[in-house]
């Protein structure tokens, strides 16, 4: 929802960053389900890699369109997308045991 609003309002000031957010959005989520469906830890791990890549990616894209000024309220979105690289980060060293 936070990520779906803040597109929203970025799309009014800059359709072309509003569109990176939606996309890395949607990737994150779409990687990280494909990670779960792995069974090879080297499989999961290499989607969980791409997966916090986007996750960081809307983290910035967040930043960049508070630092435009295209929206005061960044803060639920960028806390979603720390917690989001968080999980991620735990998946991909929990992996390093897996051999």
């Not at 990670?35 to 916090?52: E, T, V």
């Not at 986007?54 to 005061?72: H, I, N, P, V």
């Amino acid at each position: 929802m936070a990520g779906q609003q803040l597109a929203r309002t970025a799309r009014r000031h800059d359709a072309k960053l509003a569109d990176q957010i939606s996309r890395a959005a949607t990737s994150t989520v779409l990687n990280l389900n494909e990670g779960i469906g792995r069974r090879q830890p080297a499989d999961k791990r290499s989607r969980y890699d791409i997966a916090l890549g986007e996750c960081r990616e809307c983290g910035a894209a967040g930043m960049l369109a508070a630092a435009y000024g295209y929206s005061d309220d960044v803060e639920p979105f960028l806390a979603l997308a720390d917690r989001m690289g968080a999980m991620l980060y735990r998946f991909r060293e929990a992996l390093d045991g897996w051999r």
